[in-house]
């Protein structure tokens, strides 16, 4: 949105706000875009795109923006209201607890974790929202460059430890094609291989011994709190309750117990990435 003397109205979304703040730090100090796009280390045709918001931000940008103008994090704090804006309900909580976690524990269903996910698989799925019409291009970009932030956290010098235990139908259902499911499987199989990481499968003929019937993830936090977190299809809830935190922790060694070792989960891993070539 433009006002009538032709600069964008920051208040209508968040990807302007963080675009015109850019411009008025740009403009106080008397810079061109390619003056502070030659500081940044970006081309100034990528500042123009952001600075009217029609490029995705990312948190690389934003960083670099607070470092050129001695901003403390004031452009990361609007990179986060504008990543945020493109995700579910309840889930930016969430991310900020599982950034701080030293184990997560999580269930899978029906589609491949994102800390797992390749970035074809994300963006195939991303793809779908935005033919489905439940989010915008800009919406489904920023979901990408948000996932990819996230995943930093298993790329740490000392990453937290990760039992993930996903359903069948994760590796099952097809999504973006057998290409991008080949190379999401293959992932899967280096990710088991890092020493931090525990992966099982569990089959389809657990039946009625599955506990879970949704997707959930358990963080312990370095001061030893467990959170847990669980989505319906409309928001998230971080679940902080002693009570239900602890009913879903030993459910989940139930789930464990129930599934298939990590040897015979990478075999079944390997048997479908087969089925696709």
């Known amino acids: 949105m433009v006002s009538d003397g032709g600069e964008v109205d920051g208040t209508s979304s968040p990807a302007l706000r963080f675009g015109e703040e850019l411009r008025r730090s740009r403009r ?3 810079w061109s875009q390619l003056a502070l796009a030659a500081r940044m ?6 500042l123009s795109y952001v600075e009217r918001g ?6 690389n940008l934003a960083v670099r923006a607070d470092q050129v103008f001695g901003t403390g ?11 945020n804006a493109s995700l579910l309900e309840g889930f930016a909580e969430f991310t900020a607890a599982e950034a701080r976690c030293r184990r997560l ?18 963006s195939a799925l991303a793809a779908a929202a935005v033919q489905r019409g439940s989010i915008t291009q800009a919406q489904a970009d920023a979901r990408i460059a948000f996932l990819a932030t996230r995943q930093e956290l298993l790329a740490r010098t000392d990453p937290p430890f990760v039992h993930a235990v996903l359903d069948e139908s994760c590796i099952r259902r097809p999504v973006g094609g057998p290409a991008v499911m080949a190379e999401q499987l293959g992932h899967l199989e280096e990710l088991a291989g890092r020493p931090r990481i525990t992966l099982q499968i569990a089959p389809f003929d657990i ?16 001061d030893r709190v ?5 989505e319906s299809q409309a928001r998230g809830h971080l679940e902080r309750g002693r009570d239900a935190v602890s009913t879903w922790s030993r459910e989940y060694d139930l789930l464990q117990v129930e599934s298939l070792s990590t040897a ?8 479908v990435r087969k089925e696709l070539s």
Request: cysteine-free; hydrophobic content about 45%.
């Open 54 to 59: 029609k490029k995705p931000v990312t948190l």
């Open 207 to 222: 039946g009625e011994r599955a506990p879970f019937t949704m997707p959930l993830v358990l963080l312990d936090l370095p």
């Open 226 to 230: 467990v959170v847990g977190y669980a």
């Open 73 to 83: 994090e004031r452009f990361q704090q609007l990179w986060r209201q504008y990543s």
């Open 264 to 271: 015979a989960s990478l075999a079944r891993i390997r048997v």
């Open 41 to 46: 280390g970006y081309s100034g045709g990528l």
């Open 28 to 30: 106080a100090r008397g």
């Open 105 to 122: 524990r999580t269930f899978a269903l029906g589609v491949v974790p994102g800390l797992f996910q390749t970035p074809a698989y994300a």
